[in-house]
């Protein structure tokens, strides 16, 4: 097989695999509006997402080995157009026609900023006072975007994002020191570099955890546009990349930006409410809870009472 076309392969599969980890922790987050990390911890659901999220990393991971990276990156958008449907059809109802449109225009946008970012990979990789400088800044930001009290949603999605730009831009140091051999494979700055990965993927994990209590579509949507922003802002700033295109090419990821907010926009709007799911009747009596059969009776209308002298009325 031809290795860009294993590569796109292998890309699909990471895509669907980051999707159904997406569905997957949006339905936890659901059912569990108010759970914590601990009770996370004891979820198999949550295991499962995050197996599958692994899984999703390592092929991706294994896709730029065959692939160069303006092939592979933006195929990483097709996980919103697999989310969505996804997440309908688990919940039982049809995707909506704005639904249909925020993703469009989200992924538009999208490709839109990645055609204009995308260049040959670059051959720098970060220094270790870079790569804490990266991690600083960037654990700052989280820690604004996330601050305790906010409300579950898009903010919480940009910080996942930007956690999970960084953790792949960091990757990159660990995969070029990891394939260097002419140095030591485990040197301090390796490790830190690692460790600082892990730290980041397992936050942006977390949040975005968090960011789905809010609903799948638009919080997705922020997640898959920051994620790369957040990378090419460092690859910008810090390994001598450039837009292509010159002025064009600017232009081009400012029409780019516009297009993929106001498809975050729509998603906004399209977020479906909770009586959607009453539709579908494999939902409902998914839906269906023993304190909630109790009380089903009444819901159905009763008839006024006629009150007889000296007898009680009984329905």
């Known amino acids: 097989m031809n290795a860009t076309l294993l590569a796109v392969v292998l890309s699909l599969f990471s895509a669907v695999a980051y999707a159904a980890a997406a569905v997957a922790q949006e339905r936890l987050a659901a059912r569990n509006p108010g759970s914590g990390l601990l009770r996370l911890l004891g979820s198999g659901a949550w295991w499962w997402s995050v197996g599958l999220n692994a899984s999703a990393a390592l092929l991706h991971v294994v896709a730029l080995t065959y692939g160069p990276l303006t092939v592979v990156q933006p195929l990483g958008a097709l996980t919103l157009v697999a989310a969505v449907p996804l997440g309908a059809r688990i919940a039982g109802r049809r995707v909506s026609a704005l639904e249909w449109r925020g993703t469009a225009f989200t992924l538009a946008g999208l490709a839109a900023i990645l055609v204009a970012a995308s260049g040959p990979a670059p051959e720098q990789v970060l220094s270790t006072p870079e790569a804490l400088a990266v991690a600083g800044v960037?654990?700052?930001?989280?820690?604004?975007?996330?601050?305790?009290?906010?409300?579950?949603?898009?903010?919480?999605?940009?910080?996942?994002?930007?956690?999970?730009?960084?953790?792949?831009?960091?990757?990159?140091?660990?995969?070029?020191?990891?394939?260097?051999?002419?140095?030591?494979?485990?040197?301090?700055?390796v490790i830190g570099v690692a460790l600082l990965v892990a730290a980041f993927a397992a936050g942006g994990l977390l949040l975005s955890q968090t960011a789905y209590r809010g609903g799948l579509g638009a919080p997705l949507a922020v997640v898959t546009l920051a994620n790369p922003m957040a990378a090419a802002a460092i690859g910008l700033a810090l390994l001598?990349?450039?837009?292509?295109?010159?002025?064009?090419?600017?232009?081009?990821?400012?029409?780019?930006?516009?297009?993929?907010?106001?498809?975050?926009?729509?998603?906004?709007?399209?977020?479906?409410?909770?009586?959607?799911?009453?539709?579908?009747?494999?939902?409902?009596?998914?839906?269906?809870?023993?304190?909630?059969?109790?009380?089903?009776?009444?819901?159905?209308p009763r008839l006024p009472r006629q009150k007889e002298p000296g007898h009680l009325t009984s329905l």
Not at 149 to 162: E, I, K, N, Q
Not at 163 to 189: E, K, M, N, Y
Not at 269 to 277: C, M, S
Not at 280 to 297: G, K, N, Q
């Open 138 to 189: 960037t654990a700052t930001s989280i820690g604004l975007l996330a601050r305790r009290g906010a409300r579950p949603g898009l903010r919480h999605a940009s910080a996942s994002g930007f956690a999970s730009g960084v953790a792949s831009a960091l990757t990159q140091t660990v995969t070029v020191a990891a394939t260097d051999r002419s140095g030591p494979l485990l040197s301090v700055q």
């Open 240 to 300: 001598g990349e450039r837009l292509q295109g010159g002025a064009a090419g600017v232009l081009l990821a400012l029409a780019g930006a516009g297009l993929a907010s106001w498809g975050v926009l729509l998603l906004t709007r399209a977020t479906p409410h909770a009586t959607a799911d009453d539709d579908h009747p494999v939902a409902a009596v998914l839906a269906l809870e023993p304190s909630t059969a109790t009380t089903e009776p009444a819901l159905v």
